[in-house]
């Protein structure tokens, strides 16, 4: 966080509760505002939903547990790894050393005439 948002947050927020992954949130004295502040990196795919409900006023009532709606077949929270040295390149890819096994007959290429 910038020396400003540290600022601004020690002397017109409130902090009104913590998520699982350790970001605070807070809201501004009176209630105009609401927003985060992420521990480590700040990334926005960091946010569970019930919190991102809250921060976008969907909800008024500060979340207390883990969302109510969770549902047992969702999968736990990855971080977005684009742009770091162990995003996703697909076989193929100029990163992965441009090669990719041959076609397996399913393909045929198209011959001008």
Do not use: C
């Not at 998520?19 to 605070?24: A, V």
Request: aromatic share 14%.
């Amino acid at each position: 966080m910038t020396i400003g948002t540290r600022l601004f947050t020690w002397w017109k927020g409130e902090q009104v509760g913590t998520d699982r992954f350790g970001n605070r949130y807070f809201v501004e004295k009176g209630g105009a505002r609401r927003w985060v502040l992420y521990a480590g990196e700040p990334e926005a795919s960091k946010v569970p939903a019930e919190w991102h409900a809250w921060l976008h006023k969907t909800v008024d009532d500060v979340p207390k547990v883990a969302s109510p709606f969770a549902q047992s077949w969702e999968k736990p929270h990855e971080p977005n790894l684009t742009g770091s040295g162990a995003a996703y390149h697909p076989p193929g890819s100029l990163l992965e050393g441009a090669a990719r096994s041959r076609a397996t007959g399913d393909y045929e290429p198209w011959r001008p005439s």
